[in-house]
């Protein structure tokens, strides 16, 4: 497993469903990694088929392998599944897990989600946890208690700040070219990490329509401690620029 605290930044990408051997040939052509800065984290997570394809191509890069999800169960009966230790096999690294996509579209409850980052952490892989609002709720004043919920109920009991990333992710900013000002950003990184005292320690990242015009401002605030991107990652050049950022 690796050691989260040994970073000061977390640069993770999120490439949801879109791939092709086109779109990596041309990627990994293109996005040029030598010049993260030491301390940094860069992670790609493809769709699952191309894994292989990707480690291959990151075996002479520094950024890191992440997996985009992974099955509540280990092994059995259960068609189409992949779980942690499949993915571990493949070289992941880290999982993103508890993504809005996978809460609001396929039916994905805390609990569940707590279930998957026991699986991956059982298997040495860093999950990725996700937690943010809908815009109903932030209209409702009600964000604070919504991420308390989540985090509450999706990490499991043996983890640990040095095994697991929080990303907050404001629902009504993923892809929406919409974001939060920077002190609300701030400010709620802020609550996770000094009023809910268990978060303490966690590395936090913001996800939500980041692009390299706005990463700088966003990776300068004092509580994040990176990002999470979405569609900005899907541009080699753009997520050079983004890695590049700190
Ligand atoms: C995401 O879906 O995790 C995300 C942050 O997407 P985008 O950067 O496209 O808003």
Redesign the pocket.
């Known amino acids: 497993m690796i050691e989260i605290n040994e970073f000061d930044k977390i640069i993770a990408a999120?490439w949801?469903l879109n791939c092709s051997l086109d779109f990596l040939k041309h990627y990994f052509n293109k996005i040029n990694s030598n010049d993260i800065k030491p301390g940094v984290c860069g992670i790609i997570s493809p769709p699952l088929v191309y894994i292989q394809n990707c480690s291959l191509h990151l075996k002479s890069s520094s950024l890191f392998l992440g997996a985009q999800d992974c099955s509540l169960y280990n092994k059995g009966a259960y068609t189409g599944e992949n779980s942690a230790s499949m993915l571990k096999d493949n070289n992941c690294q880290f999982c993103i897990v508890g993504?809005s996509?996978r809460r609001q579209i396929f039916g994905e409850t805390s609990k569940d989600v707590k279930k998957k980052a026991e699986n991956l952490i059982n298997q040495g892989i860093n999950p990725i946890i996700?937690v943010g609002e809908t815009l109903a709720e932030k209209n409702a004043g009600s964000t604070k208690n919504i991420l308390y919920e989540q985090l509450s109920n999706s990490l499991p009991e043996k983890s640990s700040s040095n095994s697991i990333i929080i990303a907050y992710?404001p629902i009504w900013?993923?892809?929406?070219g919409l974001v939060p000002s920077l002190e609300e950003i701030n400010d709620i990184h802020s609550y996770i990490k000094s009023d809910i005292n268990k978060f303490k320690n966690y590395k936090i990242l913001y996800?939500?329509?980041?692009k390299s015009s706005n990463v700088k401002e966003i990776l300068n605030l004092e509580n994040v401690d990176g990002v999470?991107?979405?569609?900005?990652s899907l541009d080699p050049i753009e997520f050079t620029k983004i890695l590049n950022a700190c």
Do not use: P
Not at 173 to 176: E, K, L, N, Q, V
């Open positions: 999120n949801k993504h996509e996700c992710e900013a993923i892809g929406s996800g939500g329509s980041v999470l991107v979405g569609g900005a």
